[in-house]
């Protein structure tokens, strides 16, 4: 894959190879495995943008599990309260069930602290968030995050899975915004 490349009108420049996501992967996958050795966790993945850490992750999680997909449709409840990401297409029962909420990037938290009280509505024992990727320079709102891939710079990524504009999500390094 390229040192750098053109998406658009941006230009970016490679920022995590490939073997440094599968090594990061698989020290979550470790995680899990051990953490829920007695459990049958149920993963929600969020659409579109992880979905590539997701099949990576699965493939290394040994433990007997289910795995369910999902997505974010955003709407403005109120002029005032902004938008809103209300989660559709669960299909599973929650209820008493293990989550493991997998996310491609966390960075203002805003999705993720729309997300937990829609899943915590529908009564899961516990729930878990994995993230690939984690901006704590440009969080807002408190989340705890048990699984982290890499800690990254407040800085635009794409590849892995990420886009930009929709392009870019094939990319199996993720690159960075480049100054250029
Ligand atoms: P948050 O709500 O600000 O935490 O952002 C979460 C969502 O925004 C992610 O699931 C991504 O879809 C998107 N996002 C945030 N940062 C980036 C980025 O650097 N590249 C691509 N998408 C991003």
Do not use: W
Not at 55 to 70: A, M, N, R, T
Request: aromatic share 8%.
């Amino acid at each position: 894959m390229p040192e750098e490349l053109k998406i658009k009108d941006l230009h970016f420049s490679k920022f995590i190879n490939s073997d440094k996501i599968q090594t990061a992967i698989k020290e979550i996958a470790y995680l899990i495995n051990r953490d829920y050795k007695d459990k049958n966790p149920l993963f929600l993945v969020i659409l579109n943008g992880a979905f590539m850490f997701a099949s990576d992750l699965l493939k290394c999680v040994e433990i007997p599990c289910e795995v369910s997909f999902v997505k974010l449709k955003s709407y403005h409840k109120t002029e005032s309260s902004g938008v809103i990401k209300k989660l559709i297409g669960i299909e599973h029962d929650l209820s008493n069930k293990d989550i493991i909420i997998v996310e491609d990037i966390v960075d203002s938290g805003r999705t993720i602290n729309d997300v937990l009280p829609q899943i915590n509505s529908l009564n899961p024992k516990s729930i878990k968030i994995a993230t690939l990727l984690y901006k704590p320079m440009s969080i807002e709102h408190e989340v705890d995050l048990a699984f982290i891939g890499f800690e990254i710079p407040d800085a635009f990524v794409v590849g892995y899975g990420l886009d930009y504009d929709g392009l870019g999500r094939n990319l199996q390094d993720i690159y960075q915004l480049s100054e250029k």
